[in-house]
């Protein structure tokens, strides 16, 4: 079957405006206000039956946290068994099913997330993750929908990838079979479309899933499991769960048909989750594929023949899009001397033209951070700045949880290049800058590739083409996805494939066909068509 079917050419999903009046605007408020006018009741998913098990947990905005919109049906132990168990049993139909009707399946998922489901994901994505309209629907809806036809894309391509040579009376194929056992996907709570795309790789090339999403994503994926549902997903093939770290783990990784991890999340998870998948590697039938996207220090590194505004507008956008809590945020940036006072005048004003507040007014460019736990933590790294004399915040530094988790979008200057807000991970709405001498370029490049453990994204500003070729060489190593004059956010499904490496994560490249080979593995089969019958050789004879 391999080859007979051509798939539609993938394109990148139109993103829509949201201009006043326009429909898609009117669309959304009416699914805005729909979702937060009742409180929706959340259930696990195992085998294609609804789960719901008594214990629940509450659901607000972080925007709006005395307002309940929904509550999910937390997990035990007997629950992970049941979804690994139904995975299991699903598994032989689903392996076997033709590759184009599982295909059919996410080509099906990605036109009604076009279309009926789009308002509904984007609005739960606004309300249960704040994010604000144009995040929601470059996230929820258009790279949500670019995983979906691109990898069914990759997909047909991974399979007609097949052996040219062949000798005389041999035929030589591959093939791709699923991985042998079930794939765990454990996704996070900062995009949607990442909390899709674990999953649904995995699945469409034959592999079945333990999906354990963020709890403070649980609202969205729910409208995600409704959306493959109706788009005809057989039950058992990808089963979604609630229940705590640990306890899954336990359980996972311990289980001998586990065969593969998706994951999205903190490097510190991943590196105890891959420690645990070590010391079990002996009870497993095969060695686990392990793909993981993890932390990142994002930089802006910032040369002295570059344009201010383009500068301003990267570290404004990079650092602040919703409220700096991507992976690839904007989080720590080197200004030269010579530019220093143009881009800190500029970017000052700007930033002070930030509105922060709830996601449903659509003036709002800043919202919440996720939970009290980050504002909290975010908070603090605020103080101590404040109380720093090697730091000064230059605008912003306020932080209000009294609705929601407001901290507005915060700029320290750092006197010390190795200042703690340059080095560590806060994943919040605070961008730390360190002025250098405008004459060192080259030994701040050095700076920049050491000062922390990340090389997910990163990102040079310069008009001498010189200086970009000598930035782009000496960086190599500190950023999976580079930006020339650009921020370091915003990869697109099939333009610029995701991840990065050091403690960034495994850098298999979401968004490419080597994700989806990740969730493979290759038999190859020779066959003889008219096989030798007598073991001699010619060299065996002696004329």
Known sequence: MNGFFKIPTAINETVLDYAPASKEKLALKKALAEARSKVIDIPMYINGEEVRTGKTEKIAPPHDIHHQIGL???????????????????????????????????????????????????????????????????????????????????MSEIYADQ??????????????????????????????????????????????????????QIYSANVIMELLIEAGLPAGVINLIYTDGPTTGDIIFNHPDFAGLHFTGS????RSMWNSIGANIHKYKTYPRIVGETGGKDFVMVHKSADVDTTVAALARGAFEYQGQKCSAASRAYIPSNLWNDIKSKLVAEIKTMKVGPTEDFTNFVNAVIDEKSFDKLAKYIANAKADAGAEIIVGGNCDKSKGYFIEPTVIVAQDPKYVTMCEELFGPVLTLFVYNENEFEKTLELVNTTSEYAL?????????????????????AAGNFYINDKPTGAVVGQQPFGGSRASGTNDKAGSKANLLRWTSTRTIKETLVPVKDYRYPFLSEE
């Open 72 to 154: 999910f049906h937390v997990g035990e132990a007997s629950h992970i068994h049941d979804a690994i168990n139904a995975a299991m049993a699903a598994k032989p139909a689903w392996e076997n099913m033709p590759w184009e009707q599982r295909a059919a399946i996410f080509l099906k998922a990605a036109e009604l997330l076009a279309g009926p489901y789009r308002a509904k994901l984007n609005a739960a994505t606004m309300l249960a993750q704040s994010k604000n309209a144009y995040q929601a629907e470059i996230d929820a809806a258009c790279e949500f929908i670019d995983f979906l036809r691109f990898n069914v894309q990759y």
């Open 267 to 270: 490097t510190g998870v991943f």
């Open 163 to 216: 052996p040219t040579a062949n000798g005389k009376a041999i035929w030589n194929r591959l093939e791709h079979r699923p991985l042998e056992g079930f794939t765990f996907a454990l996704t996070p709570f900062n995009f949607t479309a990442i909390a899709g795309n674990l999953p649904t790789c995995m699945a469409m090339m034959g592999n079945v899933v333990v999906w354990k999403p963020a709890f403070t």
């Open 457 to 477: 994204t990163g990102a040079i500003i310069a008009q001498d083409r010189y200086a970009i070729t000598t930035a782009t060489e000496k960086l190599r190593n």
